[in-house]
């Protein structure tokens, strides 16, 4: 039977609730289902089809060195503000908590005790007028809620964190029939951090946040526990007169991802699977750490963001996902990009992806939050 209607899905009455809860764009399901189905989403339409160049060294600000002159002027820059509650934090906490056993990653034990939302919250804890947006999606809000609730929100006023929640669509097989798992129950999926604009426009703690006289938000993933709020970096994205700043890092080897690119000449952030074959990324000596610093102004519901298609394996069958992403936000608005340490006493990225990872960078981490 071919969908015209949210009803010829047959939810049950929980999904229904579901889905209504977290705005299934039905509409938009049902273009990219047509789309798929009728063999005109390939894989290889992922790929960027534009004129790429490579970017200059010119294109990257460097962090101001500690201690020196400019490092005191943007750190004073960057207190002003915080103090002045002109900062919040956004922590990207969704997915759909398949790692770590499938427990969500947030509320993991990262060292003594304390979880991944723990150590982002302590990051805030001694500036008040800073507050916390933890955006969750359908499949880890639950354990989120309970996870603070249980710690007594980690000693922070539970009315400076907003739980928000991202949005939720339907997977699909690659011939574009609705994936349904092995009790029959159709396959939810959160579609990816391009909904993070949308989600923060439409929240009235954010709304409170902007109308008394917040201006810059920093959003991140809560696995990176090295995207903390250093004043210098505050300060070095209100100098750069930039809506928007993204947060580089060096590039080694075996790195993936993202990283900024002249596309048609416009230097803009373009994801890993969007680069065709024969673009070498080691032209690029920098990659997207996916901590980026937004003015409120650029907080905006109707970016038209591109819907990408990910192959997923669930349960041992091939699903189709189709998501958005953050980064693209630099296609519509100029970015500056500051290059930042990756490692070290200041690195700012300290991403865990897996248990493993976890296990290597419990020493870091106790060192760099052994004063929280």
Known sequence: ?????????????????????????????????????????????????????????????????????????????????????????????????????????????????????????????????????????????????????????????????????QRISVRLTPKGDVYRDKHGGVGFYAPGHGDVFEVLAGAPAFHRFRDRGGHLVMVSNVDNLGATLAPRVVGAHIDSGKAVTVEVAPRLAGDKGGAPVRVDGHLEVLEGFRFPPTFGLDQIPVFNTNTMWVDVAAIKPDYPFTWFRADKDVDGQAVVQFERLMGEVTTYVDASYLAVPRDGPEGRFLPVKTPQDLIAMQPVVRERFAHR
């Open 1 to 165: 039977m071919a969908l015209e209607r949210l009803e010829d899905l047959g939810l049950t009455e929980n999904e229904r609730r579901l889905v209504s809860l977290h705005g299934f764009d039905f509409a938009t399901f049902l273009r990219l289902k047509h789309q798929l189905s009728s063999g005109h989403f390939p894989p290889e339409q992922n790929v960027c089809q534009h004129t790429l160049t490579a970017p200059k060294a010119s294109d990257f600000v460097p962090l101001a060195a500690a201690g020196s002159e400019r490092a005191a002027e943007l750190e004073a820059l960057g207190n002003d503000a915080l103090r002045h509650g002109k900062v919040a934090v956004v922590v990207l906490n969704g997915g759909m908590a398949t790692r770590f056993g499938g427990r969500v990653k947030g509320v993991v034990e990262v060292v003594d005790g304390k979880s991944f939302i723990a150590l982002r919250l302590f990051d805030v804890a001694h500036l008040p007028g800073v507050p916390v947006f933890l955006m969750n999606s359908f499949a880890t809000e639950d354990e989120t809620r309970h996870h603070l609730t249980a710690n007594a929100w980690w000693g922070l006023d539970p009315a400076r964190v907003a739980l928000l929640t």
